[in-house]
């Protein structure tokens, strides 16, 4: 690795329901910008931020995956503060926020109905929202990257591939499992962020299948099928957090040749 390559920082490493962790999205770091993926369920948000070391006023390019609560509602508190935080001149410039038209009309939404009108009379002056279509091709800050339908039986969801420095690829999948009509994203990645919701050994116990998710011996098989060289496992339970890097790692690595990560909120990963 080198000084200039670029960094995840995973804010948030859990599920839907989790209250031991915070829910799952991260940031990507390089030298010269800072980019947010989703904001987890609520203003817990600004707290691993905080504890991150990570001011918000050098966030100005956002991707949001899909609407659900745990992705979502911290995209409010974002916006939020964004906006108070240029009344005070305390933040610069926009904030881009990436994703398709369903996410953004539900943060339009939320916005409308939850947040102070001198606030909201300001959002299209300080947030620029920019529509996504199914394979569009996008900057995101300084990278160049093209959001996928990760075909999502449940809400409408987007995956992206970014290019890194030296023509690194990293590809998220979202928090649903990898579908095949994909593939061209995903194959030969170098970094796969992908959910593993539990265990493939307690798959009975946590009904991934039924909730339209995967488990972590599942997104090794996938990873090893497609080539890529390093997954990372995130949108986990938080029953088994103590033995989760250990145990996750072991069951993915029993398929994947590469690299497996499970990392911890506010660990960092150097890509």
């Known amino acids: ?122 959002i299209d002056k300080v947030i620029n929202f920019v529509e996504l279509k199914d394979g569009d091709s996008f900057m995101l800050a300084n990278m160049k990257g093209v959001c996928f339908d990760i075909q999502s039986t449940k809400e409408k969801q987007f995956g992206f591939k970014i290019q890194l420095s030296d023509n690194k690829t990293l590809v998220c999948l979202g928090d649903e499992p990898y579908n095949e009509i994909n593939k061209h994203y995903v194959e030969n990645a170098d970094w796969l962020l992908s959910e593993a919701f539990c265990l493939y050994s307690q798959k009975d116990v946590f009904k991934p299948y039924e909730k339209h998710h995967s488990t972590a011996l599942d997104a090794g098989v996938m990873a090893d099928n497609l080539n890529v060289k390093n997954l990372v496992l995130y949108h986990t339970e938080d029953k088994s957090l103590d033995k989760r890097k250990e145990s996750y790692t072991k069951e993915a690595a029993e398929n994947f040749k590469g690299n497996v990560f499970v990392p911890d909120d506010l660990e960092t990963i150097l890509l």
Not at 22 to 39: G, Q
Not at 87 to 116: A, F, W
């Open 1 to 122: 690795m080198t000084e200039n390559s670029a960094q995840l920082v995973m804010l948030g490493t859990g599920n839907a329901a989790v209250t031991k962790c915070f829910n799952t999205c991260f940031v990507i770091k390089n030298k010269e910008n800072i980019v947010l993926i989703d904001a987890g369920g609520g203003n817990g948000i600004l707290t691993q931020l905080e504890k991150a070391n990570i001011n918000l006023s050098d966030i100005h390019n956002m991707f949001v995956t899909h609407a659900h609560t745990d992705h979502i509602l911290g995209v409010v508190w974002i916006v939020r503060m964004v906006v108070q935080s240029t009344q005070k001149g305390k933040y610069q410039g926009v904030l881009n926020i990436y994703s398709h038209e369903k996410v953004i009309s539900v943060v339009r939404q939320i916005c409308g109905l939850t947040l102070p009108k001198k606030i909201v009379d300001l």
